[in-house]
Nanobody, 121 residues
Framework: QVQLVESGGGLVQPGGSLRLSCAAAGSIFSINAMAWYRQAPGKERELVASITRGGTANYADSVKGRVTVSRDNAKNTAYLQMNSLKPEDTAVYSC???????????????WGQGTQVTVSS
């Protein structure tokens, strides 16, 4: 079984920074794309950022210039560095991974449980 565990959320003042981590554990052969999503109360889940195994990153327009996604393939871990945080960034942030359990298996999607980020003074 594969688990994704997020950490690093919390309460931060507007203009502050947070670094989220997403560690994948379990029987994993390789992880292809990893991504961060967020869902605010009463809103649909939205993609924040994604990163390929090779390091190509994409960002939602709402976070460009303030957020950096990265990963450590050796640790099966992705990171989301968020700067200049705004109250509208408040949401539950979840990570997602497209992975292979073995060399011959089909790609699977795994989700973390989410971590709360609250931006408020």
């Amino acid at each position: 079984q594969v688990q994704l565990v997020e950490s690093g959320g919390g309460l931060v003042q507007p203009g502050g920074s947070l670094r989220l981590s997403c560690a994948a554990a379990g029987s994993i052969f390789s992880i292809n794309a990893m991504a961060w999503y967020r869902q605010a109360p009463g809103k649909e889940r939205e993609l924040v950022a994604s990163i390929t195994r090779g390091g190509t990153a994409n960002y939602a327009d709402s976070v460009k210039g303030r957020v950096t996604v990265s990963r450590d393939n050796a640790k099966n871990t992705a990171y989301l560095q968020m700067n200049s945080l705004k109250p509208e960034d408040t949401a539950v942030y979840s990570c997602n991974a497209i992975l292979l359990r073995t060399r011959w298996s089909s790609p699977e999607t795994a989700w973390g449980q989410g971590t709360q980020v609250t931006v408020s003074s």
